[in-house]
Nanobody
Framework: QVQLVESGGGLVQPGGSLKLSCAASGRIFSINAMGWYRQAPGKQRELVAI???????NVADSVKGRFTISRDNAENTLSLQMNSLKPEDTALYYC?????????WGQGTQVTVSS
């Protein structure tokens, strides 16, 4: 079984920064993909950014240039550095792990961008 635990969410003013972290534990294969999705009230869950175990990234256009995804394979941790935050970034952010053939999700961490 795999567990994902997110941390780092909170309330921040527009233009501010936050860093989300996700710690994965359990039976994790060396070749996998990890990432962040988000879901705002009344909207569908959407991809924010994803990174493979080899470091290949895919970042949503809406956050490109503002958010940076990174991972530590030795520690099985995932991070999302979010800069220049906007009110439209407000959402519940979920950590994701694709551990072929299973997919796992964290419980989510709330990010609220408001003045």
């Amino acid at each position: 079984q795999v567990q994902l635990v997110e941390s780092g969410g909170g309330l921040v003013q527009p233009g501010g920064s936050l860093k989300l972290s996700c710690a994965a534990s359990g039976r994790i294969f060396s070749i996998n993909a990890m990432g962040w999705y988000r879901q705002a009230p009344g909207k569908q869950r959407e991809l924010v950014a994803i990174i493979s175990s080899s470091g290949i990234t895919n970042v949503a256009d809406s956050v490109k240039g503002r958010f940076t995804i990174s991972r530590d394979n030795a520690e099985n941790t995932l991070s999302l550095q979010m800069n220049s935050l906007k009110p439209e970034d407000t959402a519940l952010y979920y950590c994701y792990l694709y551990n072929n053939p299973e997919t796992y999700w964290g419980q989510g961490t709330q990010v609220t961008v408001s003045s």
